[in-house]
């Protein structure tokens, strides 16, 4: 079942000492972080913004291909960040 709450502000990418606070205070936010197939993402943006999804595919997208890295790419997949030229 799923549960709403309400929201008293919107805090765009608060700074270190309020992020702090907000764990402190045990608030809830969102990460950005999203988890789904891009599948299921083009058949939303198809379903409400369907101009949009035409542009998304005459731009390439093809959300059931498979990932295709270049070689430097898959180098750089498994190099850590502090690693990369």
């Known amino acids: 079942m799923a ?3 309400a929201v008293e502000a919107f805090v765009e990418k608060p700074d270190a000492a309020t992020a702090a ?4 205070e045990r608030y809830l936010w969102n990460s950005g972080n999203f988890l ?3 599948a299921t993402m083009l058949g939303e943006i198809e379903r409400f913004e369907p101009a949009m999804a035409e542009a998304a ?11 295709r890295f270049s070689a430097a790419g898959k180098r750089t997949l498994r190099t850590r960040p502090q690693e990369i030229d």
Do not use: D, E
């Open 36 to 38: 789904f197939h891009a």
């Open 3 to 5: 549960h709403s709450r």
């Open 57 to 67: 595919k005459a731009g390439g997208c093809r959300p059931h291909a498979r990932p």
């Open 21 to 24: 606070n907000y764990v402190a």
